[in-house]
Every structure is written in C-alpha cells, then in structure tokens.
C-alpha cells in the first residue's frame, strides 16, 4: 500500500530535549515536505526536499533542521525544543518532478505527529 | 498579496442537506487548485484536484468543485452530506509555474463541517 509513515504519532517532551520525527515514504517519491499545522493558521510550510541531499527552508524553518540521505526518508530534527513548537505536524510526499512543473502530482500526506513541548 | 481564503470557519448542515464550503484565492496567475479533508486524528486526505480543462471537478466521497475564473473561487459541493462526512476542509494551491524548487501548498485556514442527525 502507498504511503507515508509518520513516527512518533504522538509526544510529549520537556523543553531542551532533542527530537527527531521520522518520516518515510514507499511511492519513490522525488519531492518530500514538512510542514505544521496550528489552530487559526492552517499548514505552514517548515521544510522541503527534492532529492537527495536537496533540501530548503519553508516559510517556518526556525529552530528545525531536516536531512534527505535517502530517497525514502526525510526526518524533521528539533535540536533544541521550545514550547511554541507544539503543534501537529505533517510529512508529504509527491512525485513531482522539478523542472516539469506540478505534472498533475499531488502532495500525499502522512497521518500526523502531534509534538507537546513543556 | 497572495492568499488563499475560506471565509467560513465553522458551518452546520443536518444530513441529507446540501453542502458548498468556499474557497477563493489572490494570485496574479491562475493556481493549481486542491481539497483536502482532515477527519479527526487522521492525516489529509485529497479529494479533488483541478489542474486545467474542464471548471467543474468530480472528486472521491461524492463530492465535486467548480473552478470559477472570474470569481477567483473554487468551491466544494455535495448534494447530499453524511454524518461520516463531518471533519475539516482544507482549500490549497500551489503556482504552476514549470520550473523553480518548490512545490508548496498554501492553504487556507480550513472549514470545520458539523453535522447533525
């Protein structure tokens, strides 16, 4: 089954205390993102990637850091958490192409980590 | 400046009534237009997309969009809403422009659907 896997589903941490959510997709996917989303605000872009070892900021990338060392995989890191980083965030993948435009390519969405940070 | 608008935040509609959730945008070019749905504790789920050609878009679930230029809008409709379908809707777009490194999506702030028995 095509997908995007999020991990943890849920945490709860303390401020300080470095994180790492996994994120990894099974449809050899170019394109991958990270993105948050917060109550009144929608989803706000944080981090892309189009390859390997391509990677970019968004329009929230303060106080993240993401890596693109295989295809699959786009972990989201937050070195050193703070409370206004509580939030539910989403991992998305898409085959698109760049240079080619959207191609009819959808972004495919992961189930969602919910981060609370103390 | 670019945006992506859904003035409703929160509607009510009992089952069986009619649905249209709103969606407008302010881009200089016309965008790639998407709906996404968020059912509680679940990801985003795509229903429709419009990329070019035909305005009036058939999606899953049931449910449809129109593209209309003049308006800047890209309204979502179904003729006859479930309880299953109370969750929150997500208008997107992204600029088609063919080159560039991004494919972002910029969404509007969602409509929260309630349905009543």
């Known amino acids: 089954e095509a997908q995007v896997t999020q991990n943890p589903r849920y945490l709860i941490t303390v401020t300080g205390k470095k994180l790492t959510v996994t994120c990894s997709q099974n449809m050899n996917h170019e394109y991958m993102s990270w993105y948050r989303q917060d109550p009144g605000l929608g989803l706000r872009q944080i981090y892309y990637?189009?390859?390997?070892?391509?990677?970019d900021k968004g329009d929230v990338p303060e106080g993240y850091k993401v890596s693109r060392k295989e295809k699959r995989n786009f972990p989201l890191i937050l070195e050193s958490p703070s409370p206004n980083q509580t939030s539910l965030y989403f991992c998305a993948s898409s085959l698109w192409v760049p240079g080619q435009g959207v191609r009819n390519q959808p972004q495919h969405f992961g189930d969602g980590t919910r981060l609370s940070i103390l | 400046a670019q945006s992506v608008t859904q003035p409703d935040i929160h509607i009510t509609v009992s089952e069986g009534a009619s649905l249209e959730l709103r969606c407008n945008y302010s881009?200089?070019?016309?965008?790639?237009l998407f709906w996404y749905v968020q059912s509680p504790g679940q990801g985003l789920q795509l229903l429709l997309k419009?990329?070019?050609?035909?305005?009036l878009v058939q999606g899953i679930k049931g449910f449809e969009a129109e593209f209309k230029r003049s308006q800047s809008s890209f309204n979502l409709r179904k003729p006859s809403v479930h309880w299953s379908d109370a969750a929150e809707y997500f208008c997107a777009v992204v600029l088609p422009y063919s080159g560039g490194s991004n494919y972002k999506l910029t969404f509007g702030k969602g409509t929260l659907l309630t349905v009543n028995p």
């Open positions: 990637s189009m390859n390997v070892e391509v990677t």
């Open positions: 419009y990329f070019s050609g035909d305005t």
């Open positions: 881009y200089g070019a016309t965008p790639y």
